[in-house]
């Protein structure tokens, strides 16, 4: 079966930047929408960012529009989420996932097991 692999999490102080990549392992899927969520400690996990098979079309939740860059590789067959401009309450762990652009976000069908990120103040 197909999985997600999230990396490039870690610890950066408030006003650093991080890049999550995601790449799949294993069994191979066709091309599609593709996004990010998280989840901190005792919150429901949140939709992040999205991103159309093409790289066309890109959604992000209110809180990190103009911080947060959703981007895909083709060639390496890889999402990317660069992370600028961090906030303590950006703290969570981010999970990959695979789905279908829905209402401005994504309608999640995989995930990854998520990376965590830790923001400092």
């Known amino acids: 079966q197909v999985q997600l692999v999230e990396s490039g999490g870690g610890l950066v102080q408030a006003g650093g930047s991080l890049r999550l990549s995601c790449a799949p392992s294993?069994?191979?899927?066709?091309?599609?929408?593709m996004g990010w969520f998280r989840q901190a400690p005792g919150k429901e996990r949140e939709f992040v960012a999205a991103?159309?098979?093409?790289?066309?079309?890109?959604h992000y939740a209110d809180s990190v529009k103009g911080r947060f860059t959703i981007s895909r590789d083709s060639a390496k067959n890889t999402v990317y989420l660069q992370m600028n401009s961090l906030k303590p309450e950006d703290t969570a762990v981010y999970y990959c996932?695979?789905?279908?652009?829905?209402?401005?976000?994504?309608?999640?069908?995989?995930w990854g097991q998520g990376t965590q990120v830790t923001v400092s103040s």
């Open positions: 996932a695979r789905g279908r652009l829905r209402e401005r976000a994504l309608e999640a069908d995989y």
């Open positions: 294993g069994r191979t899927f066709s091309s599609s929408p």
């Open positions: 991103i159309s098979t093409s790289g066309g079309t890109r």
